[in-house]
């Protein structure tokens, strides 16, 4: 690419001193800047190439002393040579902090271990980044930093008409602009494109943002106007995206919603997703996007994943998931086809050709927490703060414990799911009479006294909390950090025990929380949500809410005169818990008081002075719309913001939107009632070592799973996997398998032991299923690893 000013508009300082080599020392400055000294950081910093060109810019012009000549005035006087200059040898390279160099299996080689101890910072300031970038890319005195546009024009041959793209999306690869550009262009014949892909030269126009001259060459199109769809594909679009939510909505999914996916759009999304070059450098085709977010019912759930994996996380992780695509693929191929003769059939060996595809593997860094309940949230939160926009595997070890790996890292994100449970936190919807919280419970920190944690049949959904109070401000930081934690857990791949309700996860996967600058949430949820997350005050609403329907009716028919429809509308009454009465009867006033006394404000007034303003047939509707407004929408906007805040520095938000509440559920928590048979048991464990199929020992423990409540059999799985929760499919989807061998030199006094990494039980031979069951069961009680 060459690196060029417009001759016409562009200043002749822009031109001159913007060169390629002042953009690699732009480039080292801000390597510098995020190498030395980082440990306080609270993230990676991220400097995309709009940012080193204005950064690199402000400075010439502050060290020059030229910024009056950036006005159209003097664009117009200094015209004159350009630079054109190229350099064969210079190359401006992303950098990937999250890669490390690739396995080399070979002998001699040096491999850089994958793991990678890190301390938590004391001090974890939110600023320091966008200060570092600032100090790193700005001119040295007050002045501001001019704003540029940037152009990509080309091809630049002789007999093609140039096309020119402005540069909108600050995130967007340079790659993307390229790929759309070529798209763009006229080529005349046919495969002229294709035959000449190495001949062209692109030209980076920049100039200044204030000045409207018009470009010598008209951009031709815009990204939207190259890739919208006709009209008539548009039409059958909407026409399906509607039938899908009158099955999901009207008909509750009696209907197979796997009718509306599309094989040929599958296949062609799938085929996009091959190609190495275009996943890792964000250069997907528009219409994937498109297709994916507003019409997900073309679309298979395995294969929407599929497409998250592959594009949500960054370019870090693109790579390590076509990697992993391509060994999966290799396995696939070979089949029952043993290494060795795929390796005659090729003539290569698989460890020479192994690094043609390998680019780096995704960085694990590892920290250390302390266990004790005091201060594991406090330091999880800190932990998340820092890690947030850090795209290495996040990896956790227990203070003066053992374990490491697996296992401790995904009991970590099990105590933590535990933790925002809390009832103490105010994060959620809660009642003090609660028939769910009249036990103690255990989520895997113990048994805890009636009333620690939050659990109510329609799952968690926020608090709403009067937006002046100071603890609306306190939660609204606690819903950032879950937030945070969320999206960790989806971009690492874990599993977490968490009952979020469908209303919340309808809210995180609207496009009015997760696109645009502004929140509105108003028309989101309905009463019948409502009524899912807090049956009491659902059920009066809506039963006012029909009431309402009921006199409407009555002062639409005009068959009755002005008495008449007043007696009418007076004879109305509400049926509350099989109980009839008025309005007047239920006393209430535009005042509500909180769910629970947990919460520190003692009531809410829904309009000004409304502890004095009774509800009566005159203003119902205004109670209604009120309360909708507090519990749905104004109460709890705070809180969502935060969370989408918190939610956006692991990545986008908006890449849920190709989930339905469902199926988000399934993706964070997995099976949350694992189930099995005894066929289940028997054909997806693996026993070894000591135990067979037809093993006396082998099949008591399968008397012993096959007899498990639903608590035991969670205790079980998050004993032996470090999740409670089984993947989607059940014990037949877990992977690896959970193996079972015999414990050597062990008798009915030992206890069972794990591998959580590999699920590996090692299980004594016990005497009796009686025996097994009640060291199985003391097992997966204990916490910690000790005896790892």
């Known amino acids: 690419m060459q690196d ?13 001193g913007l060169s390629v080599e002042a953009l690699a020392q732009a480039a080292a400055a801000f390597h510098k800047q995020s190498s030395g000294g980082s440990t306080g950081l609270s993230g990676e910093l991220k400097f995309n190439w709009k940012q080193i060109v204005m950064g690199e810019a402000g400075r010439l012009i502050g060290d020059r002393g030229l910024r009056s000549s950036t006005s159209p005035s003097n664009n117009k006087q200094n015209r004159g040579g350009v630079s054109r200059n190229w350099d064969d040898e210079f190359v401006l390279k992303h950098q990937l902090p999250a890669l490390i160099p690739a396995f080399d299996p070979r002998p001699g080689r040096t491999n850089v271990n994958q793991i990678q101890d890190i301390d938590l910072p004391d001090g974890i300031s939110e600023s320091r980044s966008e200060a570092a970038f600032h100090s790193g890319c700005s001119v040295p005195h007050t ?40 798209q763009n262009v006229e080529w005349g ?16 126009i920049y100039r200044n943002a204030c000045d409207n001259d018009e470009l010598p060459q008209t951009v031709n199109k815009t990204i939207a106007e190259m890739n919208g769809f006709p009209e008539n594909v548009a039409n059958t679009l909407v026409v399906l995206s509607s039938l899908h939510q009158i099955g999901a909505n009207v008909m509750k999914y009696e209907m197979a919603t796997d009718i509306f996916v599309s094989e040929k759009l599958t296949q062609k999304l799938m085929q996009e997703l091959a190609d190495p070059l275009i996943v890792s450098a964000r250069a997907l085709p528009s219409w994937c996007d498109e297709l994916i977010f507003k019409y997900p019912c073309l679309f298979s759930v395995e294969t929407r994943t599929n497409y998250f994996r592959a594009t949500a996380f960054g370019t870090s992780r693109s790579i390590v998931w076509l990697q992993a695509r391509h060994d999966q693929m290799l396995e696939q191929s070979r089949g029952a086809t043993s290494a060795a003769s795929v390796s005659n059939l090729t003539g290569t ?75 103490d936190l105010e994060m959620w919807i809660c009642d003090d009479m609660d ?75 609207n496009p009015q929380l997760t696109e645009g600058n502004t929140v509105d949430l108003n028309g989101v949820l309905d009463l019948n949500d409502l009524e899912e997350v807090y049956p009491v005050r659902g059920r009066i609403l809506k039963e006012l809410d029909a009431y309402i329907v ?101 990545f986008p938000l908006r890449n849920l939107r190709m989930f339905v509440p469902r199926e988000l559920q399934t993706l964070l928590s997995g099976d949350q009632c694992p189930e099995w048979t005894r066929e289940d048991i028997i054909s997806f464990t693996e026993p070894k070592l000591g135990y067979t199929k037809e093993s006396p020992g082998f099949l008591r423990f399968v008397d012993v799973l096959v007899g498990m409540n639903a608590c035991e059999r969670k205790s079980f799985l998050q004993f032996t996997t470090g999740c409670s929760s089984l993947p989607p499919g059940g014990l037949a989807n877990l992977h690896p398998r959970l193996t079972i061998v015999r ?17 590996y039980l090692k299980l004594p031979d016990y005497s009796s299923t ?15 690893f000790h005896l790892n």
Not at 6 to 12: G, L, V, Y
Not at 153 to 158: F, I, V
Not at 494 to 503: F, I, T, W, Y
Not at 770 to 784: P, Y
Request: hydrophobic content about 35%.
């Open 743 to 759: 414990k050597v030199d062990s008798g009915d006094g030992s206890y069972p032991s794990v591998n959580t990494c590999v699920h």
């Open 550 to 650: 009921q006199k409407r009716s009555i002062e639409a028919d005009k068959r009755f005169d002005p008495d008449t429809r007043r007696r009418k509308i007076e004879q109305l009454k509400l049926n509350i818990n099989g109980s009839e009465c008025t309005i007047e009867d239920l006393s209430l006033t535009f005042c509500v008081n909180p769910s629970s006394t947990i919460f520190n404000y003692k009531q809410m007034e829904l309009i000004e002075n409304g502890m004095n303003i009774d509800v009566t047939a005159n203003n119902v509707e205004l109670y209604i719309a009120s309360c909708t407004d507090f519990y749905l929408s104004s109460g709890i906007l705070n809180q969502l913001k935060a969370f989408r805040e918190g939610f956006d520095l692991v």
């Open 4 to 16: 060029e000013g417009n001759e016409d508009d562009c200043d002749e300082e822009y031109a001159n």
């Open 435 to 509: 028939t769910d919280q009249m036990e103690g419970l255990d989520l895997g920190e113990g048994m805890k006294p009636p009333g620690y944690y939050i659990r109510r049949p329609g799952g968690l959904f926020p608090a709403s909390i009067p937006i002046s109070s100071a603890e609306n401000s306190r939660v609204s930081q606690l819903f950032r950090i879950f937030g945070i934690f969320l999206a960790k857990v989806l971009q690492d791949g874990r599993l977490v025990d968490l009952p979020l309700s469908q209303p919340f996860l309808k809210i995180i996967t």
């Open 143 to 182: 002045e501001e930093v001019p704003e540029l546009r940037l152009y990509l024009q080309g091809p630049n041959l002789t007999n093609i008409s140039n096309a020119t793209i402005e540069l909108v999306d600050n995130d967007r690869s340079i790659f993307f602009y390229l790929q759309q550009l070529v």
């Open 189 to 204: 014949q046919k495969n002229e494109r294709t035959r000449r892909i190495w001949e062209p030269t692109y030209t980076l």
């Open 770 to 784: 009686e025996i097994m069951r009640e060291r199985l069961l003391t097992a997966t009680n204990e916490k910690g």
């Open 349 to 423: 060996r698989r460890d020479d050709n192994y690094p043609e595809f390998r680019i780096g593997r995704i960085k694990h860094e590892r920290i250390k927490v302390p266990r004790d309940d005091e201060q594991l949230f406090e330091y999880a939160v800190r932990l998340l703060e820092f890690h947030a926009s850090r795209k290495a595997v996040l990896e956790v070890e227990y203070i003066n414990e053992e374990g490491t790996g697996l296992g401790p890292t995904l009991e970590f994100y099990a105590l933590m799911a535990a933790e925002f449970q809390r009832k």
